[in-house]
């Protein structure tokens, strides 16, 4: 009996091991961490760049009123959307205005994770918080409720 809890015993051992290896190379509960974070507060900002951006136009005349970015941490491994408008946002978000404010949407591809940020009255840009997207794809939106009417446009995913 004596034997048989031993090899039971290392087993288990064997077993717990072979779990928390798996955790670690999947990623386990690490993978996410920088999900919903600020690029900024975190650093993740400092060796951002824009792997993919797309022109906002009106629907009608195809003036240019914005930019939606796809941004990128090689560092953190993380996505985030940032949109900036060519001039400060109008009257928005209210029922006198009769518009919504501008957004942008980072979308994380594999789980639809999403966040999203809003440009308010006055202001010219907004961005995201981050997904975390290491051997993920994810794509960026911005929304703009012009006179118009919407501009909806996204970036490619990466």
């Known amino acids: 009996m004596r034997i048989n809890m031993r090899k039971f015993a290392r087993l288990g051992v064997v077993a717990g091991g072979l779990g928390l290896a798996l955790i670690a190379g999947t990623g386990g509960a690490q993978a996410y961490t920088y999900d919903g974070s600020d690029p900024s507060s ?7 760049s824009t792997v993919a951006s797309a022109p906002m136009k009106t629907l009608l005349s195809g003036y240019h ?15 985030w959307a940032r949109l900036t408008l060519d001039g400060p946002e109008s009257a928005c978000g209210n029922a006198s205005a009769g518009q919504a404010c501008s957004t942008a949407s980072i979308v994380r591809n594999n789980d639809g994770r999403t966040y999203t940020c809003t440009i308010r009255q006055g202001q010219t ?3 995201t918080p981050m997904v975390y ?3 993920l794809t994810s794509y960026a939106r911005g929304v703009i409720d012009a006179a118009s009417g919407v501009i909806n446009v996204r970036t490619v995913s990466y």
């Open 42 to 48: 975190t650093g993740c900002s400092s060796d951002a």
């Open 65 to 79: 009123v914005g930019t939606i970015e796809m941004r990128y941490s090689l560092n953190c491994h993380t996505a």
């Open 125 to 127: 840009q907004c961005y």
């Open 133 to 135: 997207d290491k051997g």
